[in-house]
């Protein structure tokens, strides 16, 4: 089993930064592909970022340029940078792992998840 709990969110700005982490215990491993996922009321979970094998990462073309995914493996911590906020940014942020490495984009792809952290965007 591996646990994953999420924290940074909070109450911002548009155009303010925000850095979400994920600390990763249990049966983790350096081969596990990582990623994040956002939902929003009334929406299905949209996928984020991801990150997997060396350094390898994703981003969703919302996010691209304005996010980015890394991850500390000798801390089993991965975070997510979030530049310049938009309103539609505004979510509840999952963090989640795979028990495999390669790209994953869908949530189905993963198979453990965190509680997720509230991020709101004020205008």
């Known amino acids: 089993q591996v646990q994953l709990v999420e924290s940074g969110g909070g109450l911002v700005q548009a155009g303010d930064s925000l850095r979400l982490s994920c600390a990763a215990s249990?049966?983790?491993?350096?081969?596990?592909?990582m990623g994040w996922f956002r939902q929003a009321p009334g929406r299905n979970r949209e996928f984020v970022a991801t990150t997997w094998g060396g350094g390898s990462t994703w981003h969703a073309d919302s996010v691209k340029g304005r996010f980015t995914i890394s991850r500390d493996n000798a801390k089993t911590t991965m975070y997510l940078q979030m530049n310049r906020l938009k309103p539609e940014d505004t979510a509840v942020y999952f963090c989640a792992a795979a028990a495999s490495s390669g790209l994953r984009l869908r949530p189905y792809d993963y198979d453990y998840w965190g509680q997720g952290t509230q991020v709101t965007v004020s205008s």
């Open positions: 249990g049966r983790t491993a350096n081969s596990y592909a």
